[in-house]
């Protein structure tokens, strides 16, 4: 039997024809009055009337006719029942026809001066604006009881003339939109009656499209996630989400809040908003437990990285990858992803990928490519108060993304242009005009979409036949021109492809990653790199949740969604580059693999080597010593007076030194070092992990994972058992080594904490940030008293380091610029500031036995100075041994180490420096020889007996004297 299929045609409605931040409220079904402005006649036609919080919008049963869009703004007066207006003796002859003389019949009257016609016969079109009307519309709901109905128009139609968009009106809408609306999902709608919900809760969300958002009950079972929408204006009432179906799961923003939650499954996602973070929480923990061991999370960013590196993913997959753990998607046009440009010949008749004078310079920013342009925003830079940005514009806006799309989606500018295209002139005809305006136009800096280097060409072509206008040339805007190395708009895309996984981009692309998502997106980084944009756009510049003024917020919440969004910043370190894994496994272990489990034991290739020592009988001065061949090198700058025992503070039998190298302590860099006792040591990392590691047996005892993001710093609150963090996400945790356990977290500051300082007298731990702030917060019972926290410190720059007294009266910190600053917290005046050296302080430091003192290190100095300023003792790093990137102190000596893996010692009693150590380098052009050396942190035990080192790439270098060593 032939089975005889009936075509039914898709609904004509779109909730894209709603205006900007626009509520669907109701729909129903009726009659209504439809005015035909070609025949000039009206008749009354069977509808769906769609009732939206701005605008009711009729959609006529007769495809032939337009849909009608009705404003309450343009409305003549507020929606009246036809029975009231006989009552009032109403006579108008253009009313009394809209009375079919059915006894007991009513209707509501809407009297309007203005309608917009969508056609939805061909193409999508520019809206048809009948303007200076004075026409009546009459609208017979079918079903639903009349007086209600006419109740809630003129609620909306009041709202509308009375407020403008505002938080206030939006929650007068929103008690609208759930009045009469059951907030139970319907059982029936589950897939089998063995699914048991694993939320405690139904949750009220909203499903996240472009430019459109849906409100309903999220309902998750074992087995499904199921969305059922409030209103019936898809074809389907409910959505259902196979759970094993899901390969990828990420945390999302949502206008600005941390609120939205988007999951894959095949090429189809799906984006939800909740109404606050506990609600995403708990769904995101619910479905985490309940997915596929494969599921894809935010804690996979570290694998995936390192598939990049090993050349297992491409390029654009890696990118693709990026943007989705940034919060980049599709679903939002505000967060939408981002790609670089990469090709900038536009004019060659053909292209060869390996002439790297083809590519654009992925070291900069868009805005810094053209050098020009760049001094004209560095100008209006240095003139501008704080806070300063060089580019008025954004990189990823909503408006780029719809511009680039109009051919592919242009129901999307048509929304947002209130139902017209942009001006020909304006819009997107040409590959090499847009590279050009992107290079020399100061009000363009964009970057490409993932369009760009796929494979489907409809977004370059007008396959649609859309009527775009004609430019002021006198040509109609019709194709995207592709550059003359391209056939057409396919092998454009495929080139371009080509081009981005090529070696010239594979090369360099880490440079622009780092731009974008990594550590020259914000700080003094940013700026070294011209890569400011205006604070707006940063994640976490404004806490929306703490401005009180709702309009306020809500303003601002429009500013920022419209002008485009930083992505969330996933490194704080450089990142690596592809090719980097090859040649730091080879030097580091010879090609012999090397692994690392979380926990347990490493697998290490231990090297052993007697380190020589030469000595130097030159003046105590800073004169470049004698290099010596060989990595590991030991070397003395002064003549040292020998003692009996073996010191490295002391710089004593330091050719009796040996080391041993732990590889891939953790994924990227060793952060901070703690001595533990019993030849143990605790770690933190880039990583965002905590570990215990036996420096000398080399084993991981214990590992935990606290957050994301790089903890760079951890100081004991109790001894070897409770240890504050500071987080570059911002937070400030408490975590339990017994327990392995957070016990306190809190986000601490608007940006990255930067440093730690505990004063047990005073039971008070401080913070500094990058957001130029210090805190003080109250301690009790080996933790922090929530909500105790204090501003104590406000700089104009980012504070990078930390230090109190004994007394805990006097701090010291110092800040990306190179200042020091000393206060008295007693008395609250500030003591003296001074600049000791221009360079970013590394850190800050009392003596322990001396509260008048104070020790500041630089990236190129070591000073002293008094408490009134007075410089004590000053010592200028070597620069070809590297920037100085961290130092131990014992009160009378220092310990610093490079980023090039060169240790010094100074002692500030004898006012010299004592000796160097590891490597030394004749230039400031002579690359790193060992990147384990690349040194990050140190620890020095207090006896000097043994230091140990922690590198950028994650390895531990242990140094001891050889006959202490604990083999």
């Not at 003389?101 to 203005?114: N, S």
Request: glycine residues 6%; contains cysteine.
């Amino acid at each position: 039997v032939q089975m005889i299929g009936i075509k039914v045609k898709k609904k004509r409605f779109s909730l894209l024809y709603l205006e900007e931040n626009e509520f669907y409220v109701q729909d129903l079904t009726g009659s209504c009055t439809i005015y035909n402005f070609a025949t000039e006649t009206e008749r009354l036609e069977k509808c769906k009337i769609h009732i939206c919080s701005k605008s009711i919008i009729i959609e006529p049963s007769d495809w032939e006719l337009p849909i009608q869009k009705l404003l309450f703004k343009y409305m003549k007066s507020e929606p009246k029942k036809y029975a009231d207006i006989v009552k009032q003796k109403y006579n108008d002859s253009s009313t009394q026809k809209l009375f079919d003389g059915k006894t007991g019949e009513d209707r509501i009257i809407l009297h309007m001066k203005r309608i917009s016609e969508i056609s939805t016969s061909g193409p999508p079109s520019p809206y048809i604006v009948h303007d200076g009307l004075d026409l009546q519309f009459a609208i017979i709901p079918a079903f639903e009881n009349l007086d209600r109905t006419m109740a809630k128009l003129v609620k909306l139609f009041e709202i509308g003339n009375q407020m403008r968009d505002s938080v206030d009106l939006e929650q007068k809408i929103k008690s609208i939109v759930f009045e009469d609306r059951s907030n139970k999902f319907d059982i029936s709608h589950l897939e089998s009656i063995s699914e048991r919900p694993i939320l405690k809760n139904q949750i009220i969300a909203r499903r996240i499209l472009p430019l459109i958002s849906i409100h309903g009950i999220l309902y998750c079972t074992n087995a499904n996630i199921y969305f059922q929408s409030i209103h019936s204006v898809g074809s389907k009432p409910v959505k259902r989400i196979e759970i094993q179906s899901i390969n990828t799961i990420f945390k999302r923003r949502y206008e600005l809040k941390h609120i939205g939650l988007e999951m894959f499954c095949d090429k189809k996602s799906y984006f939800f908003a909740f109404d606050s973070t506990e609600e995403r929480d708990e769904v995101y923990g619910a479905l985490l437990k309940k997915v596929r061991s494969d599921c894809i999370s935010e804690t996979s960013l570290d694998r995936i990285t390192q598939k990049w590196e090993r050349e297992e993913i491409s390029n654009f997959e890696y990118l693709k990858y990026l943007n989705e753990a940034a919060d980049r998607t599709f679903s939002d046009l505000t967060q939408y992803p981002v790609y670089p440009w990469v090709i900038k010949d536009c004019d060659s008749e053909t292209l060869d990928l390996n002439n790297p004078e083809i590519y654009r310079d992925l070291r900069k920013p868009i805005g810094a490519l053209n050098p020009k342009r760049l001094a004209d925003f560095k100008s209006r830079y240095n003139e501008m108060d704080p806070p300063k940005y060089l580019y008025g514009t954004h990189y990823s806006a909503p408006g780029y993304v719809i511009g680039y799309l109009i051919r592919k989606n242009p129901e999307y500018m048509l929304k947002l242009q209130s139902g017209r295209y942009d001006k020909p002139d304006r819009l997107f005809t040409s590959i090499k005009t847009d590279w050009e305006n992107c290079y020399n136009n100061n009000g363009i800096v964009k970057e490409l979409i993932p369009e760009f280097y796929e494979s489907d060409p409809t977004f370059l072509l007008n396959t649609l036949k859309l009527d775009l206008g004609v430019r002021q040339n006198g040509k109609r805007v019709n194709d995207v021109k592709v550059p003359k190395w391209a056939k057409d708009a396919e092998d454009y895309l495929k080139i371009n492809r080509e081009a981005l996984e090529s070696k010239y981009v594979s090369e360099n692309l880490h440079h622009w990653i780092d731009l974008i998502f990594g550590f020259r997106q914000r700080g003094p980084q940013a700026i070294e790199a011209d890569n400011v944009f205006h604070y707006l756009t940063y994640e976490g510049s404004v806490d929306l949740d703490k401005i009180t003024n709702p309009n306020e917020r809500y303003a601002l919440r429009i500013q920022i969604n419209e002008f485009g969004q930083t992505p969330k910043q996933l490194f704080k370190i450089p990142h690596p580059s592809r090719y980097a894994w090859k040649n730091h496994h080879s030097s580091l272990l010879g090609g012999i693999p090397s692994t690392i489990d979380e926990v347990g034991e490493i697998k290490v290739i231990e090297e052993e080597e007697k380190i020589d020592l030469k000595q130097d009988l030159s003046s105590p001065d800073n004169s470049k010593q004698t290099a010596l061949e060989g990595r590991g090198s030991l070397k003395n700058v002064d003549k040292i007076i020998a003692t009996s025992s073996n010191c490295i503070w002391s710089a004593t039998g330091l050719e009796k030194l040996k080391q041993k190298k732990t590889p891939k302590i953790h994924k990227s860099e060793i952060s901070s070092l703690d001595l533990l006792g019993n030849d143990r040591v605790l770690t933190t990392g880039g990583d965002g992990f905590i570990k215990i590691i036996d420096y000398v047996q080399q084993t991981i005892a214990k590992s935990f994972k606290v957050c994301e993001l790089n903890i760079p710093m951890s100081i004991p609150l109790k001894e070897n058992e409770i240890y504050a963090l500071a987080g570059w996400d911002n937070n400030l945790y408490v975590f339990s080594l017994n327990y392995g356990n957070k016990i306190f977290n809190s986000n601490a500051h608007g940006d990255a904490v930067s440093a730690l300082e505990y004063i047990p007298s005073r039971n008070t731990l401080l913070t500094s940030s990058w957001d130029c702030t210090i805190k003080s917060w109250k301690v009790r019972n080996n933790t922090i008293e929530k909500e105790s926290d204090e501003i104590i410190v406000e700089s104009l720059n980012p504070i990078t380091s930390l230090a109190a007294s004994k007394s805990g009266q006097m701090i010291a910190y110092g800040d990306v610029e190179g200042n020091l600053a000393v206060k008295d917290l007693k008395t609250e005046e500030e003591v003296f500031k001074t600049n000791a050296g221009g360079q970013k302080v590394i850190g800050v430091k009392f003596p322990p036995n001396n509260n008048n003192d104070v020790l500041v290190v630089t990236e190129n100095t070591v000073a002293l100075y008094s408490q009134t300023g007075e410089e004590l003792f000053l010592a200028k790093a070597d620069p070809s041994n590297g920037l100085i990137s961290a130092l131990d102190f014992n009160g009378n000596t220092v310990v610093t180490v490079t980023d090039k893996g060169h240790a010094s010692i100074y002692n500030l009693l004898q006012e010299k420096k004592m000796g160097v150590f590891l490597e030394e380098y004749e230039s400031t052009d002579e690359t790193i020889r060992n990147p384990d050396l690349e040194f990050s942190c140190c620890k020095i035990s207090p006896d000097g007996a043994f230091g140990l080192f922690g590198s950028k790439c994650g390895s531990l270098t242990y140094v001891y004297f050889e006959e202490e060593s604990k083999e």
